[in-house]
Structures are given as C-alpha cells and as structure tokens.
Nanobody, 120 residues
Framework: QVQLVESGGGWLQPGGSLRLSCSAS????????VAWFRQAPGKEREMVSC???????AFPTDANGRFTVSRDKEKNTVYLWVTNLKPDDTAVYYC??????????????WGQGTSVTVAP
C-alpha cells in the first residue's frame, strides 16, 4: 500500500523559511516524479514545484526562485524548501507522485497534506 506523508507545516512568520518533507512507503520515490501542490483557502489547488525521475526540477513555477525541491534517496523522502515566506503562501501543501511532472492524467498517489500558515 502506497503512503505519502507530509510534515513540516505550521505557523510561520513572513520573511521566514520552511522545509516540508514528503516521506513515502510502499513506493520508491526515485522512480517517479514527485510534485508539490498547495491549496489556499478559497482557491484551486496549484502545483508549486516538481522533481522529475532524474532528480531535477522539471516544473518550476516560481520565477523568483523561492521554491526549491530535492530528494534523499536513502530516506525515500522529497523536500520542498520555501524562502521569504509571504502570507499568500498560506495553504495546505500536498505531495503527489506522478509518472511525469505535469502529467495530464494527474498524480497517481497523494499525501494527506500539511497546513502552512504565514502570519505575524
């Protein structure tokens, strides 16, 4: 059974940074593309970054470079770093496994999400 577990969310100050983790069981993340999505209150879910099967960011959506994604093969974990946090970053963040980044069929598996709140 595939399970993705996100962690690292919480209440953070504007201007700060965070690291979210996506740990997997029942699946080897290195063989898949792993995407990070977020859904802010009242908004649609959006992809913020994706790491392809070769371990390279393949779907960078942040032109300011505030989002960085990487993986640890030994820990079977993918990380999302976000710097210079803004209140607009407040959302539930999800990791998901895709055959390729931006797959038109959508992710194969989803995590349960971790909540991030950015406020003074």
């Amino acid at each position: 059974q595939v399970q993705l577990v996100e962690s690292g969310g919480g209440w953070l100050q504007p201007g700060g940074s965070l690291r979210l983790s996506c740990s997997a069981s029942g699946i080897t993340l290195a063989y898949w593309s792993v995407a990070w999505f977020r859904q802010a209150p009242g908004k649609e879910r959006e992809m913020v970054s994706c790491l392809n099967g070769e371990g390279a960011p393949a779907f960078p959506t942040d032109a300011n470079g505030r989002f960085t994604v990487s993986r640890d093969k030994e820990k079977n974990t993918v990380y999302l770093w976000v710097t210079n946090l803004k209140p607009d970053d407040t959302a539930v963040y999800y990791c998901a496994v895709e055959s390729v980044c931006g797959s038109i069929t959508g992710p194969e598996h989803w995590g349960q999400g971790t909540s991030v709140t950015v406020a003074p």
